[in-house]
């Protein structure tokens, strides 16, 4: 029993690892770079395109990660975009499970991404239809006049030095994407709130100074992994058992650089991802860590899943997959609702779960679809700091929106195929 346990834990971090980290590093690498090229012009030019902006909102949720529909959030209360291109961009973000997907299954991940698309954008033309937005930026209005204190702080006081020393960049100089230097969304999600760890904690850096070594793992487990897809046997090359030792000591790494990353159930800040757009170094830092929080995620899931496999059976697997089999085919509509709560829930990690298990074959499509469309990944923290009320109507919407979808979905999923 625990030999088989053993061999378990060991092929999970395997097939974590080369079959979906690496491919999911290559690819966020890929993302951030043209990020960086493209230094959030997009973002700064969605004023100016009142008409179109559930549009842009969505395609710039539906580009993988959280980037995009990060710097969106702090634009709604400056009165920069609507709330429905809120909704909209959130509708369309599937964070950092977008990478697990189009990795793993990249034509259900076109399918989801299209339907998701389409949807937010219908959405968020109907939101903007009603006063709701309105109504809450002048609440908000009201309540930043009451604590007008917090603008007075001295910025001079302020401690600008984690930028400077992350980036090379002086803070006056520096481009703030949705907000302005000094001003109170900058007090909220530059200095209430803290998205990387002081630079002289031990976890700074290891994350600062190691992330090369992590790039390294990637690549060689990204040349196994294209290897594994044209059916080469990882396990029987010129090193004895290369796959399950490279894959082992790859998810080992993704484990230890999330903890000393100090991030476990989200991923991205709005902080983070401005000095992304400073510096092509932090690009490479904080997307090492984007994809080792992902990896960990993956392998997480995977354990879970196979151990629960093996529970269920009482110690056979095949028992317990003929379970679960049956037990799915009979709840299929559950896992469409439990698909729009685990959405929901703020962060990336419950959702890279949930996707790992549609990859599995433990949910059925119009389960995905509705985790996909409920899901805000790491977007929607910064509105929760900015606006609580703001975050929960966004919630609201893209729950009851994703239930609707995922119903619809799954009654085409069963009847008509």
């Known amino acids: 029993m625990w030999r088989e346990i053993l061999d378990i ?37 969605i004023e100016d395109s009142k008409k ?25 209360p400056r009165r920069m975009v609507t709330f429905g291109t809120v909704n909209a961009t959130l509708l369309a973000t599937m964070g950092d499970s977008a990478f697990v997907l189009m990795t793993a299954m990249p034509k259900q991940f076109l399918l989801a991404s299209a339907i998701a698309f389409v949807v937010a954008i219908i ?12 109504r809450l930026l002048e609440r908000y209005e009201a309540r930043r006049e009451k604590a007008a204190a917090l603008a007075a702080v001295d910025h001079a006081e302020l401690d600008h030095d984690i930028f400077v020393q992350e980036t090379g960049i002086d803070h006056e100089s520096w481009e703030h994407i949705g907000h302005a230097e000094g001003d109170e969304i900058d007090l909220i999600l530059h200095h209430q709130l803290r998205g990387h760890q002081p630079p002289d904690s031990l976890g700074y850096k290891l994350t600062h100074q190691g992330f090369a070594v992590f790039w390294v793992f990637i690549v060689i487990g ?13 396990n029987d090359l010129f090193i004895p ?7 082992t000591l790859g998810s080992l790494l993704c484990i230890v650089l999330m903890i000393f990353s100090n991030k476990f159930l989200s991923n991205e800040s709005h902080e983070e991802e401005e000095m992304k757009l400073a510096s092509l170094k932090e690009t490479f830092i904080h997307n090492a860590q984007e994809t080792a929080f992902v990896g960990t995620w993956v392998f ?87 606006d609580k009320l703001s975050a929960f109507w966004a919630t609201v919407v893209t729950g009851v929106t994703a239930l609707i979808v995922g119903l619809i979905a799954y009654w085409v999923e069963f009847t008509l195929f």
Request: aromatic fraction near 12%; charge should be negative; proline fraction near 4%.
């Open 9 to 45: 834990i060991i092929a999970s971090a395997e097939g974590a690892f080369i079959e979906v980290t690496a491919f999911v590093g290559a690819v966020l690498l890929i993302f951030g770079y043209i990020d960086y090229l493209l230094s959030g012009r997009l973002v700064q030019k």
């Open 52 to 76: 179109l902006q559930p549009v842009i909102g969505a395609f710039l949720g539906l580009t993988p990660g959280c980037g995009g529909a990060i710097f969106v959030m702090p634009l709604f």
């Open 123 to 134: 959405v968020g033309y109907l939101i903007d239809l009603l006063p709701l937005g309105e």
């Open 222 to 234: 990204l040349i196994l992994g294209i290897l594994s897809i044209f059916q080469v046997d990882l």
């Open 241 to 247: 058992n290369l796959g399950a030792i490279w894959g």
């Open 300 to 386: 997480v899931a995977y354990l879970a899943y196979e151990l629960f496999v093996l529970l269920l059976g009482s110690g056979s697997y095949a028992a317990g997959e003929a379970a679960i089999t049956g037990f799915l085919t009979q709840t299929g509509l559950i896992s469409v609702i439990i698909g729009v709560l685990v959405g929901v829930i703020p962060g990336c990690g419950p959702q890279i779960i949930f996707v790992s298990l549609f990859i599995r074959g433990m949910v059925p499509f119009s389960a995905l679809l509705a985790n996909a469309i409920s899901q805000d990944g790491d977007a929607l923290f910064p509105l929760i700091a900015i």
